[in-house]
């Protein structure tokens, strides 16, 4: 069984995982990760490869467009406002598509976004007709501003990017769900393996965008594979209803109220 269909920016898909196409051995072991992930949406960094490249560069665009799945350009690497900005004009001429990963980094050691160059980043792409993903921290007040400039996307970090950390802050992440409860959710950046992806999903967010973990695993398409199965079974699990926690024991076999059976010699 499959988790219901969902809708990002008007368009609709079924899988919930968003993947990178960065870090892999090689262009094929990409290719074939990402086909073993099941996800319709991934990642594309001008910074690392610019669209136009001949030889090397043409090829490996060419079996990104072969694998026929939307595209996401980011603005990896960029420490201004100004920027993400112009990084992002450029994207959507070399992949005529209006949507944007906006990353603005505050700092290099933790890669942590700026609150306030991304939310002025934000409010200009948006003005300018972008349909913007922006990464984040798990700040409530950023996520509800971001939300106010007209993000129908947050994509929240679990934990610092390629860290592996998991969902650091459960706690912050679970009152980002119930404050913004019609706001589409994923989190970008931490997640380290399946279980952290079921956590996250569980938590009832959307979806998760990943890289680092499947690209550096000793084997990136079976571990692909293993996210994919690992966030269909958390978000089956949040559609289900995920039993509450208690204080104490509750049989599972109530005694009240039921007939006792007597053994007759």
């Known amino acids: ?39 319709q949406v991934i990642t594309v960094s001008l910074r690392r490869q610019s669209a136009g490249q001949a030889n090397s ?29 112009k990084t992002a004009h450029m994207a959507r001429e070399l992949f005529e598509t209006d949507w944007i990963k906006l990353e603005v980094l505050g700092d290099s050691f ?18 300018d007709g972008f349909k913007v ?17 007209g993000c129908e996307v947050l994509m929240p970090w679990g934990a610092p990017i390629g860290t592996g950390q998991g ?4 706690y912050a992440l679970r009152t980002l769900r119930e404050r913004l409860p019609g706001m589409t959710l994923l989190v970008d950046a931490g997640i380290g393996k399946p279980s952290d992806a079921v ?7 959307d979806g998760i965008l990943l890289n680092t973990a499947v690209a550096e695993a000793l084997e ?23 039993m509450p926690k208690r204080d104490s024991a509750k049989p599972s ?12 010699g």
């Open 167 to 170: 969902l650091l802050n459960p």
């Open 133 to 149: 993903f922006p990464y984040c921290t798990d700040d409530l007040v950023l996520c509800q501003k971001l939300a106010d400039a």
């Open 1 to 39: 069984m499959q988790a219901s269909d969902w809708t990002v920016y008007g368009q609709t898909l079924s899988s919930r995982l968003f993947i990178g196409t960065a870090l892999y051995p090689s262009p094929q072991v990409m290719c074939d990760a990402i086909k073993a992930s099941g996800a």
């Open 199 to 205: 956590q996250a999903m569980e938590l009832g967010y």
């Open 110 to 127: 933790n890669l942590q976004p700026d609150p306030f160059a991304l939310l002025e980043a934000t409010k200009a792409l948006i003005a």
């Open 253 to 264: 076999t109530p005694t009240l109220d039921q007939p006792i059976w007597q053994q007759h």
């Open 57 to 85: 560069g043409q090829q490996f665009w060419n079996m990104i467009e072969a694998l026929g799945c939307h595209l996401l350009p980011n603005t990896a690497g960029c420490y201004s406002a100004a920027e993400a900005i």
């Open 220 to 242: 990136p398409a079976l571990m692909a594979e293993a996210f994919k199965q690992s966030i269909n079974a958390g978000r089956l699990a949040f559609e289900a209803g995920i």
